[in-house]
C-alpha cells in the first residue's frame, strides 16, 4: 500500500522535500521532530484508509487542525508521524432546528460556526480567544473561553462524535438523546483527549437560541482581593454572567498603550468585566441593580457601559492584551484553573514569584472560572536567563497550583509543555488510570505519542 | 484475612444463614443469585479493606445503595458475590458555600440532601422520582429526573468522586476547578457505570442558588403529535422550562381514579404540564405571555395554575401515575429516549405495538428530553402469556427505538434487565470499545459481573 493510493492529489499529499514549513515550525514547541508525510484527507474514508496505512507501517501519526494549539500536542514528537491535517474537512453538513443540532467536519473553523448560527437565530456559546481555531480542534482540547461561567466549555456542545479509531475502526459515541444511561459515557473520554484515542470525523453539536439582549458592566477595586470576592458574590447571589473578566490595571495598560484609548475607569488595580445577557429586557436591569446593591460599597466605581460602541471598546481592550503584550515582550502564556475562591490566593503568588524569580508576569482570565492566564514575559532577559528562571518560576507555580486543589490547564490542554506539571500534580493512581485507558484503546501508542503524558 | 476483620460488628456483617431477606429478593429481577455474605461498612478505610479481602479470596462484589434500582443492577447475578451496602455510610460532610460545593458520603438519601440544601437557600436541581434512592445510586446510573430539561442529569452536578478501584487503590476523580482540559475525563466514565468499574465513597456536588419563583402551567392537546409539537415550539422560543411532562388523557386518569380528584382540564387527548422558575417574578410573567402566544391556536386550553394549592394538585397527580397503577395491575416501566423531535412518533409505536401484541401500555414522561416512560401492563395476562408478549411487544419498542436514533435508558440505567437490548442497540465496534475499558479497568471482573454486558 502507498499513500498515494489513499490520496492520489499531489496538492493534499507531501513527502519529503514537499513538506510545507508550516508543518515543521511551532511558535510554542520549538524542536518539531521529523515527519513521515503531511496527508489533508477530505472525507472519513480517507481518514480510515490513511490509519489502515500506519497499522501496516507501524508509523505513528499526528493529527491537526488550524495548528493554533499552544501546548505542541499538534507536532510531530517521537519523529517519523504521519501528520493528517484535518483542515480541508471544513464543510458545515446540516443545521437541524427541530433539534437545535448542528453537524459539522471537524476542520470548520470557530467564527465560521459562530457567524453561520447567529445569522439563523442560535448561538453556539463557547468562546475560546482564538476564533481561527478549528471546532475539532476545540473538541480535542475541550477548549473553554470567556463565555464558560454561565454557559460551560465545548464538551458541554458535542452531542455527537463521528470518531476513527486507531485500528481503523469507526465509531460514533454519544447522540441527540438529552438524557442517557445506557453504558459508559465514552463521548466525555474522547473530548479533550487531545488526539491520543482517536481521529474525529463528524460533529454534532447542541445550539442555543441566541440571547436577544446583553450587557456589559465594568467594575474598579481597590485590590485583587476586593475583586476576587466580588467574583463570588456576584456567583452566590444567583447572578448568572455570559463572561466574568478579571484583569489587574498593570496588564489592561499594556492594551491601553498599543490602542491608544483609555478604560473606563481608571481607578483601583484590578478590574472586573462582566457580561450578562438573556431575552427578558427587565431582567437584565434588575440584575444591574442587583450587582450595584451588592457591590457598590465594596468597590471604587461600578459604570454601566451604556451603548454598544462603549461595550465594544471595553471588550477590544480585553481581548487585545496577549497582542499588545507582543509588541513590548516575548512572552509564556499558562491557564492555570483553581476553585473559584482561591483565585486572589494564586494571583498574588504569581507577584511573590515574580520577585523571588526576577521574572515579570501580568494576569488576566476567567474569573468566574478560577482560571487565570498568568503571562510570564522575557522583557530584557537573555535567552538561557529566560529558560531558567522560567522553568523555576513554573515550578514554584505549579507547585502552589496543586496545593490549593487547581489543574494545570484550563482550557489549552497538556500536549508535551505541561506534561511534566500534570505528572507532578495528578495523583499517580489516577495517571496510571488514563495510561491503562490509552494502552487498552490505543495498544500501539499510534495516535499522538508522547502528549499528555 | 477473614471479613470479621475488617467488620468486627454483628450488626453490619451478614453470612448465611443471617443474610436478611431485603438481600435475597427483587421487585424488579426475580432471579437474584446467591450471596457470600453481605457487609455494611462505615467507612472508605473499610470499603478498601472489602476489596482487597474479594481480591485475595478472588470473590466478585456488587454494591448497592438503597435498593431502589429498577433493571437488577443491585443484585448478585453469577452468584458467590460479596454484597456492600454502602447505605450507613450516609453522612452530609460539608457545605462549602464559597465553592457552592456539597460534600456527602454515598448513602445519603436524595431527599436528605434537597432538604438540606433547601433550608440553606441552595438548589440541588436533580430530582428522579425516587426521593429515597442514595446519592450513590444516583451517581451509578447517571439519574435524571424532572428537572433535566433545564438543569441537566446528577453528571452535570457531580464535581468530585473518591472511588475505591477494583485492586483497593483509592482514587479521586474530577475536581472543584470548573474548566479542565488536564488528562483524560475520568469521572465522566465512572458515572454512569452502574458499579462496574469502582466504588464511590465519597461525593462532592455542584450546588446553585435556589430560584426564589416558580409557575406551572397546564396544556391540553387534541393529540400527542400536537402536545409534542408544543414541546418544540417551547424549547426553540428560548423558554427554558424547569420541568416539561408530557401525559396522555388515559395515563392521568389512573391517578385521578386513584387519589380521587380531577386534573384541571379535562379537554383533549393529551397535556404537557410545565414549571418555569428564576429569580424574577417580571420574567416568569413574560414567560407565561409567551406561551400563551406561541400556542393559544395550537391548544385546546392553557391554564396557569394561580396557587400553590393548584400547582401541589396538578404535580400530585402527575407524580402519582406509577402508585395509582399498581393499584389497578402488575406493570413494567421503562425509560427509553429518543431525541426529542422523535416523541410522537415512539408514542404512536407503543400504541400500534398494543394492539399488535395484546398487551396494554400507557405512556408518560420528560418530554423536554426526548425521555418517556412506557409502562406494559399485566392486566388479566396469565403469567406465561405475560412474560411472552412482554417480550415480543419489548423486541418491536426497542428495535422502533433504535431506528429512531434512540437509546434503551434515558435514566435507570441498564443493569441485567436492558443487556439484551443495549447489545442489540448499539455499534459492536461500541460496545467493544466499553468492555475495553471494564477489561483495563477491572481486568479479573472484580466489580458487579454480568451488569451492563
Redesign the interface.
Known amino acids: 500500500m502507498h499513500l498515494k493510493d489513499i490520496i492520489n492529489d499531489n496538492n493534499r499529499l507531501f513527502m519529503e522535500d514537499r513538506i510545507p514549513e508550516e508543518y515543521k515550525t511551532d511558535y510554542f514547541y520549538h524542536t518539531v521532530a521529523d515527519m513521515h508525510a503531511v496527508a489533508l484527507p477530505i472525507n472519513t474514508d480517507e481518514v480510515i484508509g490513511l490509519v489502515k496505512y500506519s497499522v501496516q507501517k507501524d508509523i505513528p501519526i499526528v493529527v491537526r487542525g488550524a495548528g493554533t494549539g499552544v501546548t505542541g500536542a499538534q507536532v510531530p514528537f517521537v519523529g517519523g508521524e504521519l501528520v493528517i491535517d484535518m483542515k480541508l474537512m471544513n464543510r458545515i453538513l446540516d443545521l437541524d432546528?427541530?433539534?437545535?443540532t448542528l453537524t459539522v467536519e471537524p476542520g470548520v473553523l470557530l467564527q465560521d460556526i459562530q457567524e453561520l448560527v447567529e445569522q439563523r437565530g442560535y448561538f453556539y456559546p463557547p468562546d475560546p480567544g482564538s476564533k481561527h481555531s478549528t471546532i475539532g480542534g476545540n473538541v480535542a482540547?475541550?477548549?473553554?473561553g470567556m463565555r464558560?461561567?454561565k454557559y460551560g466549555?465545548t464538551?458541554d456542545y458535542v452531542r455527537e462524535l463521528e470518531v476513527v479509531?486507531p485500528d481503523g475502526?469507526?465509531?460514533?459515541?454519544g447522540?441527540?438523546?438529552?438524557?442517557?444511561?445506557?453504558?459508559?459515557?465514552?463521548k466525555?473520554?474522547f473530548?479533550?483527549?487531545e488526539g491520543t484515542?482517536g481521529i474525529t470525523t463528524k460533529i454534532k453539536l447542541k445550539l442555543l437560541?441566541l440571547?436577544?439582549y446583553k450587557q456589559s458592566i465594568l467594575l474598579a477595586f481597590d485590590s485583587l482581593q476586593e475583586a476576587s470576592n466580588a467574583v463570588?458574590t456576584i456567583?452566590?447571589?444567583?447572578i448568572e454572567p455570559t463572561a466574568l473578566e478579571l484583569f489587574e490595571k498593570g496588564t489592561i495598560e499594556y492594551s491601553e498603550r498599543y490602542l491608544n484609548m483609555k478604560l473606563q475607569s481608571q481607578l483601583g488595580k484590578a478590574y472586573i468585566l462582566m457580561t450578562i445577557d438573556?431575552?427578558?429586557k427587565?431582567?437584565l436591569n434588575?440584575q444591574i441593580i442587583t450587582v450595584n446593591h451588592l457591590l457598590s460599597n465594596k468597590s471604587r466605581e461600578i459604570i454601566v457601559l451604556g451603548n454598544d460602541e462603549e461595550e465594544k471598546k471595553a471588550w477590544k481592550l480585553r481581548d487585545n492584551i496577549l497582542v499588545a503584550l507582543m509588541q513590548f515582550t516575548q512572552y509564556e502564556m499558562l491557564?492555570e484553573?483553581?476553585?473559584?475562591?482561591k483565585i486572589a490566593e494564586l494571583i498574588n503568588y504569581t507577584k511573590e514569584l515574580q520577585d523571588k524569580h526576577g521574572i515579570e508576569v501580568i494576569n488576566f482570565g476567567?474569573a468566574?472560572?478560577?482560571?487565570i492566564h498568568t503571562v510570564l514575559m522575557k522583557g530584557d532577559l537573555s535567552e538561557d536567563d529566560w529558560q531558567m528562571k522560567r522553568k523555576a518560576y513554573l515550578d514554584d507555580l505549579y507547585q502552589k497550583v496543586g496545593e490549593l486543589?487547581?489543574?494545570?490547564?484550563?482550557?489549552?490542554?497538556?500536549g508535551l509543555l505541561?506534561k511534566p506539571y500534570?505528572e507532578k500534580?495528578?495523583?499517580p493512581?489516577?495517571?496510571n488510570?488514563?495510561k491503562?485507558?490509552?494502552?487498552?484503546?490505543d495498544p500501539q501508542n499510534r495516535l499522538n505519542p508522547g502528549k499528555?503524558?
Request: glycine share 12%; hydrophobic share 40%.
Open positions: 432546528e427541530e433539534t437545535m482540547t475541550n477548549a473553554g464558560a461561567v466549555t464538551r479509531l475502526n469507526l465509531v460514533t459515541l447522540s441527540l438523546n438529552i438524557k442517557n444511561s445506557s453504558g459508559y459515557d465514552l466525555n473520554l473530548i479533550g483527549s484515542l437560541s440571547p436577544k463570588i456567583l452566590k447571589n444567583g438573556g431575552n427578558d427587565d431582567v434588575h491557564d484553573v483553581v476553585p473559584i475562591n476567567h468566574g472560572d478560577g482560571n486543589g487547581g489543574l494545570p490547564s484550563a482550557e489549552h490542554g497538556i505541561k500534570l500534580m495528578k495523583n493512581v489516577e495517571l488510570l488514563m491503562t485507558i490509552k494502552n487498552a484503546i499528555i503524558f
